[in-house]
């Protein structure tokens, strides 16, 4: 729990126990890397592996099998919901046909105060078992769904739903938490009543979830922030000595934490320690940032804070990304770990979650951490003289108002008439936020950046693409901006999610088609659907290999796919239902249809025709 060397990856952490399988998800982010949210439904697949590998400044995008991918996605997109900022959705360096499965599980959220951001890292998931158990786990941690490779804590509680007509007092607040999420969609966001009551299931069954506390853990508390009902928090109220470990700080989220005792640690940042005044610093008796061995990259991470030179971290940083609040207080002590930075607006004006342990200060106490945890990787800080550049502060601080106005416009992607070149796409707002003194231009982040338009400033159509193909229909959209002070330029791109409207009825299906162009594809992936390995065997032997178990030549059906298809009917016949979703799919275009062997047709009819009796009778 306290050693660094005790490590464990985000996505490896979402595996499901032994019997279970994941029955829904609700999980939060301030920034969502959508490949990354692409590899959750893996980890669901008990395929974690994935997860362990960084991306690296420079080296390559972690290789996905597709087969293994689309499998993962089709079966559990639909069961999971992810809310992210409105403008921190990252632009990933290659578009997957597979983003299409992830549209309906992103809603795009804004915090109640205009000038915070919703920043909170949390996971819920709920298994279920074929006993109809029920299960669930919390992970809270500073890390966002992306691929970066900073320190970051995680905590992760497993619990047992259990049969109770009261609620359990301590999980109000989570429950609150949950349940308010939807209610912070950003405007024009309209969610579908499958995410409501997904999201509302899970909120109702965390009033009577019974959670295992973590060894040396007495009792525990849950500390949403920013929402209806949970505006502020408050630091226990006698703070004897404190460790604060935050990336970002400032003078008002120091004196929280400094109390009336003595002794209190401070681990930070460089750059961030180097602006908050001596005076603030002083409530900390001993001041760390990471040493050289412990340093390693990170993607951006931009906080709201009063202060503009103190809210944006510069691309580059390097390092530390957790947060971590420990006090003693007497014989006893708290741990608070969760997404608050120890900022003024990270305790008032973001939507933040923290999970408090309460133990005895001899297990959970700030010596405890320091010398069984962080303490090796830290060094003494000496203040430096960081170089003031005024109008580079002012880029900042008008890069983050210009992130606000844009996470609150209502974006619609219209699909329009279909020419031989594609379809007409357009991108709208009924209002604009932005003032037009901006260089914005704009892209699908299907198409390349030479497809950018210039961002219009006048209401309706701020954007026309021309006509592009059914591949390239999105909702979500890469938004470049360039802002100018003097000499000094600043450049970011944003991405944003708009309302898809007037996309083809049969989209999906199409990209199905699309992916499975070939009948060797198709007859693999419905082997792989009917594999017992939670891996895939597509995803252990090669194309050639799938397509000589799927399909022999002239699109006659294999026996082994056909001995597959009689062993699930008897063994498993859930199986079969997967494989009927595939096959209407497919049906639904002619490209499609083309696909699938009439053997396999002619096959494929009686054998679910006998499955939907079985599953009558039972």
């Not at 770990?337 to 297990?363: C, D, P, Q, W, Y």
């Not at 597959?564 to 799919?585: C, F, G, N, T």
């Not at 049906?587 to 499609?592: D, I, M, N, R, W």
Request: with cysteine.
């Amino acid at each position: 729990m306290l050693s660094p060397r005790d490590r464990q990856t985000l996505l490896a952490s979402l595996r499901p126990p032994h019997g279970f399988r994941v029955d829904a998800v609700v999980a939060t982010t301030f920034t969502l890397d959508l490949t990354a949210l692409l590899t959750a439904p893996l980890a669901f697949s008990l395929l974690d592996t994935l997860a362990e590998r960084k991306r690296q400044p420079g080296a390559k995008e972690p290789e996905l099998d597709p087969y293994a991918l689309l499998r993962a996605a089709r079966e559990h997109a639909e069961r999971m919901v992810v809310f992210c900022d409105a403008t921190h959705i990252a632009t990933p360096p290659k578009y997957r046909s597979l983003f299409t499965y992830l549209e309906k599980s992103v809603v795009e959220v804004v915090a109640p105060d205009e000038h915070g951001v919703f920043h909170p890292k949390v996971w819920v998931v709920k298994f279920r078992n074929d006993a109809d158990e029920v299960v669930y786990r919390l992970l809270c941690s500073s890390r966002n769904l992306t691929f970066d490779a900073s320190w970051d804590t995680l905590l992760v509680l497993n619990g047992s739903l259990v049969d109770r007509r009261n609620a359990i007092a301590a999980n109000r607040p989570l429950s609150a938490f949950i349940a308010q999420l939807p209610g912070l969609a950003r405007s024009g966001v309209t969610l579908s009543q499958d995410i409501k009551d997904l999201v509302g299931g899970v909120a109702n069954d965390l009033l009577t979830v019974r959670f295992e506390l973590p060894p040396g853990v007495e009792s525990l508390a849950f500390h949403p922030l920013g929402i209806d009902g949970f505006k502020r928090f408050w630091p226990p109220e006698r703070i004897q000595r404190s460790l604060v470990v935050s990336p970002f700080v400032d003078a008002n989220g120091l004196k929280l934490w400094s109390g009336a005792g003595a002794g209190h640690i401070l681990v930070s940042r460089l750059d961030q320690l180097d602006r908050v005044e001596d005076n603030a610093l002083s409530y900390f008796a001993s001041r760390f940032v990471l040493g050289d061995a412990a340093e390693e990259p990170e993607d951006c991470d931009i906080e709201a804070s009063p202060s503009p030179h103190v809210e944006t971290a510069s691309v580059g940083l390097h390092g530390l990304h957790a947060k971590l609040f420990v006090v003693d207080d007497g014989w006893d002590a708290h741990v608070f770990t969760g997404s608050a930075n120890a900022t003024g607006a990270g305790f008032t004006r973001n939507v933040e979650f923290l999970v408090e342990l309460i133990g005895k200060k001899s297990i959970l106490g700030v010596d405890q951490f320091v010398e069984k945890g962080i303490g090796p990787l830290l060094q003494p800080y000496n203040r430096t003289e960081p170089a003031q550049n005024a109008l580079q502060e002012q880029l900042e601080s008008r890069l983050l108002s210009l992130r606000r106005q844009l996470s609150r416009v209502d974006w619609v992607a219209r699909v329009g008439e279909r020419f031989a070149a594609g379809f007409a796409f357009t991108l709208h707002c009924p209002k604009v936020g932005w003032s037009g003194e901006e260089n914005i231009q704009v892209r699908p982040m299907t198409l390349s950046r030479q497809h950018c338009q210039p961002l219009g400033s006048s209401p309706g159509t701020v954007a026309d693409f021309g006509a592009v193909s059914l591949e390239a229909l999105t909702p979500f959209f890469a938004f470049h901006v360039q802002l100018r002070a003097g000499d000094e330029v600043l450049n970011a791109d944003l991405g944003v999610r708009a309302r898809l409207e007037g996309e083809p009825a049969d989209r999906e299906a199409q990209v199905m088609a699309a992916m499975l162009d070939d009948p060797s594809k198709v007859m693999g992936f419905l082997s792989m659907l009917l594999s017992d390995d939670s891996l895939g065997w597509a995803g252990l032997i090669g194309d050639e290999e799938v397509g000589r178990i799927g399909a022999t030549a002239g699109g006659v059906v294999a026996p082994a796919l056909m001995e597959r298809l009689l062993r699930a009917l008897h063994a498993r016949p859930e199986q079969l239902d997967s494989i009927e979703r595939v096959m209407k799919d497919l049906s639904q275009t002619e490209a499609g249809r083309t696909l699938v062997p009439q053997q396999l047709r002619e096959l494929w009819e009686p054998i679910y025709a006998a499955r939907q009796v079985s599953g009558a009778r039972s």
